[in-house]
Antibody, heavy 121, light 111 residues
Framework: EVHLVQSGAAVREPGEFLQISCKGS????????VGWVRQVAGKGLEWMGF????????TYSPSFQSHFSISADKSISTAYLQWRSLKASDTAVYYC??????????????WGNGTTVTVFS | QSVPTQPPSVSGAPGQRVTISCSGS?????????VNWYQQLPGRVPKLLIF???QRPSGVPVRFSASNSGTSASLAISGLQAEDEADYFC???????????FGTGTRVTVL
């Protein structure tokens, strides 16, 4: 069975570094794109970007002022979302999800359990 | 350009049919004609409900159906059940934004 398991909740202060992870199992992790989606409490879903683990190609959403980065280590079937300097506005739940389909027609068929990130001073 | 617009809320009695609209534009649904739908139960992880406009993943009940026409798409729930109470999001690609976009989301309430 396909699973994406994310790292646990994180609490940080503004300006700190944070990396959260998403480990895939039950499928060929290298050959399926993994995306990240943000959800602020009580709000909708926002597409952040995605990575193709096999060659580490990343596509970021132009809608985000990208002070985050997406990476992956295919040897351990894990994707990452990283901030070098967190802001209070980064407080949200972050989901990873597997992408299926073709370019411009991607959909998210399996979702991780979500990671709650809280940033406050 | 903005993300596809959905009604904030829709409600219906058990057994009724409800529809959720997803109003896009010529830069997303109107051109690509490709929409996916997700269900998010209260406090839970989003789940793929419909992909490629009208395809149900294995395990999704047949009472969920979807279609699109012009610059809009719609999700229908026939025979509404209490367990269908959730938030529903459409998703497409916007050529002008060069970005994948989710709709604004609709909360379905079972009366």
């Amino acid at each position: 069975e396909v699973h994406l398991v994310q790292s646990g909740a994180a609490v940080r202060e503004p300006g700190e570094f944070l990396q959260i992870s998403c480990k895939g199992s039950g499928y060929s992790f290298s050959f399926f794109r993994v995306g990240w989606v943000r959800q602020v409490a009580g709000k909708g879903l926002e597409w952040m970007g995605f990575i193709y683990p096999d060659d580490a190609t990343v596509t970021y959403s132009p809608s985000f002022q990208s002070h985050f980065s997406i990476s992956a280590d295919k040897s351990i079937s894990t994707a990452y979302l990283q901030w070098r300097s967190l802001k209070a506005s980064d407080t949200a739940v972050y989901y990873c999800a597997r992408l299926r389909g073709d370019r411009f027609r991607f959909y998210l068929d399996v979702w991780g359990n979500g990671t709650t990130v809280t940033v406050f001073s | 350009q903005s993300v596809p617009t959905q009604p904030p809320s829709v409600s219906g009695a058990p057994g009724q049919r409800v529809t959720i609209s997803c109003s896009g534009s010529t830069s997303d649904i109107g051109t690509l004609r490709h929409v996916n739908w997700y269900q998010q139960l209260p406090g839970r992880v989003p789940k793929l409900l419909i992909f490629d406009n009208d395809q149900r993943p294995s395990g999704v009940p047949v009472r969920f159906s979807a279609s699109n026409s012009g610059t809009s798409a719609s999700l229908a729930i026939s025979g509404l059940q209490a367990e269908d109470e959730a938030d529903y999001f459409c998703q497409s690609y916007d050529y002008s934004l060069r970005d994948y976009v989710f709709g604004t989301g609709t909360r379905v309430t079972v009366l």
